[in-house]
């Protein structure tokens, strides 16, 4: 693999959180000398407070995984070169699924929930869903995680203060109809075909997407002359991006987009 030499990164954000979680890691690829775009997905270019008190919200609620897929994909093809997409969570399948359909130099898909087809083995991923979309909610509906939830599969091993203020400034309502489309052929991916460079990771302490999950995700890839790599960070939950020690995994990103050893 030659080094990346495209200066652009689209940061893509996941489910449930708000795009301003992105805040250090767009000052860190900046100051190494790339623009940095970190969009929020469509109708919440407001604070998390603001959307959470619209809850429920029939403008979150309309948000499908196509609007997200034609959103992302209208900025790629704004820009001047090809860019290379950063994605977490719902973001990391949306990077998926835009290396499908757009062209772009790499992608980065980090704790990612998987595409259709590979099923986790896991009961946690599946309850954590039901639980956060309500077993007798709307399809047509906003969802917004309940803290106790949030604590036990987003934050966990942070303090308790340290769970209460990252859901404060960054846990956003979601739209029930999105979270149905991943089960969905809307977000299958052909892992038999030729694609950019791929980097997966994951965390080791990730109670939501679990390493195993994204290791198999990893593992779908098939086709021999295409680049995927796997890393793997024992100390990590689903919300490292703004956990102690973050930067480990952002300068690993870095180094590889550079193949420095």
């Known amino acids: 693999m030659s080094p990346i030499l495209a200066k652009n990164i689209l940061l893509i954000s996941g489910a449930f959180h708000h795009a301003s979680y992105w805040e250090d890691w767009k000052t860190f690829f900046s100051v190494r000398g790339y623009k940095v775009l970190t969009p929020s997905w469509p109708f919440r270019n407001v604070d998390s407070e603001t959307l959470r008190s619209r ?3 029939p403008l979150t609620a309309s948000v499908r995984l196509n609007t997200l897929i034609d959103f992302y994909g209208g900025i790629i093809e704004e820009l001047s070169e090809p860019p290379i997409l950063i994605g977490h969570s719902l973001g990391g399948l949306l990077v998926q699924l835009l290396q499908q359909r757009y062209t772009i130099a790499a992608g980065v898909i980090m704790n990612s929930i998987p595409p259709k087809g590979i099923f986790p083995l896991n009961f946690t991923y599946y309850a954590t869903l039901l639980r956060a979309r309500g ?4 399809q047509r509906g906003s969802l917004l995680m309940p803290i106790r939830l949030w604590r036990k599969v987003m934050v966990n091993g942070l303090s308790s203060d340290e ?3 990252t859901y404060d400034k960054y846990a956003v309502p979601e739209s029930n109809a999105l979270l149905s489309d991943i089960f969905t052929a809307k977000a299958r ?3 038999t075909k ?8 994951a965390g080791g302490k990730d109670r939501f997407v679990p390493a195993a999950v994204n290791y198999r995700n990893y593992k779908g890839y098939t086709h021999k002359d295409s680049v995927t790599i796997y890393k793997e960070y024992d100390g990590n939950n689903h919300f490292f991006l703004q956990q102690q020690g973050w930067e480990i995994s952002a300068e690993f990103i870095y180094n590889w987009l550079n193949q420095i050893p």
Do not use: A, E, M, N
Not at 194 to 201: A, E, G, M, R, T
């Open 189 to 191: 991916i052909d892992f």
């Open 194 to 201: 030729p694609h950019v460079p791929l980097l997966f990771i």
């Open 135 to 138: 077993i007798f909610s709307s």
């Open 55 to 57: 809850h429920p919200d």
């Open 163 to 165: 769970q209460k203020s």
